[in-house]
């Protein structure tokens, strides 16, 4: 067989599984850390750990500086989604592509800033309008809201000596008051947390105004700049959502 007939046969293996997002829907990538349970109680402070928190800002920032046109990223956990702006086509949205790098960009620069493998996997969500946007980015951040009290009740049991399977059980079924006491109980204010742990932060980009001097005149000129802005005081909730849709309007706004 001729080598083209060959490639070409070859090469329809492999676009055998490709598909396509459709460019009209609004797109996100989440990406999660894979085996972060265990990467974290090696390398880090329970439950929420800062240097853990500055190594997943950086990352985001990483991806939005990657090729991609992104609008906005944000990161709670383990876990970053990414808003993608409607007028990016990179790789014309074919999956496989947007998986794979995503998750490699992530991985690699996350090793890096660690020191060790770490890996993230990633998935796409396609958005058929800007109310699943905000429903979307309101689930992410609620999603964070309970895993971020029931972590700090759980991990105060533990650091008072309880067992795994009894922190467990104790905490099981148990409401916001009941949860928050408990905290008390151990001279934890969960309202005085930093608001990244609740709340999580967002990576945007914003333009600002710049002035230097022109070395050829020696005028005053000014310029715009889009510079990525990192927002840790997030509004909760619904309200959430909405600042990402403003983010999006503003993006769109300034095409």
């Known amino acids: 067989m001729e080598f083209e007939a060959f490639d070409r046969k070859m090469r ?48 985001v920032r990483h991806l939005m500086n990657c090729g991609f046109n992104i609008i906005a990223g944000y990161t709670q956990s383990d876990e970053i989604s990414l808003l993608f702006h409607p007028a990016d086509n990179t790789y014309n949205h074919k999956t496989r592509k947007l998986i794979s790098v995503l998750a490699g960009e992530a991985s690699g620069f996350f090793s890096l800033k660690l020191g060790a493998p770490a890996a993230f996997d990633c998935r796409l969500i396609p958005l058929e309008n800007q109310k699943a946007v905000k429903d979307y980015f309101s689930w992410r951040q609620t999603d964070l809201l309970r ?3 029931d972590s700090c009740c759980y991990y105060a049991l533990l650091s008072d000596g309880m067992d795994y399977l009894s922190a467990t059980k104790k905490l099981e079924g148990r409401d916001v008051p009941f949860k928050t006491e408990l905290l008390s109980s151990y001279g934890i204010d969960y309202n005085a947390l930093p608001s990244w742990q609740k709340y999580g932060a967002v990576l945007h980009y914003e333009r600002t105004e710049k002035t230097a001097i022109n070395q050829k005149t020696g005028e005053h000129v000014t310029f715009c700049r889009r510079e990525l802005t990192l927002t840790e ?16 309007e503003a993006a769109l706004s300034q095409a």
């Open 233 to 248: 005081e997030l509004p909760a909730g619904e309200k959430f959502g909405e600042y990402i849709l403003s983010l999006m």
């Open 147 to 149: 895993n971020s009290l």
């Open 12 to 59: 329809a293996c492999e676009k055998a599984l490709d598909s396509y997002i459709d460019p009209k829907l609004f797109l996100c990538a989440r990406l999660d850390g894979r085996g972060f349970s265990n990467l974290t109680e090696r390398n880090f402070k329970k439950p929420y750990d800062e240097r853990f928190y500055r190594y997943m800002t950086e990352t």
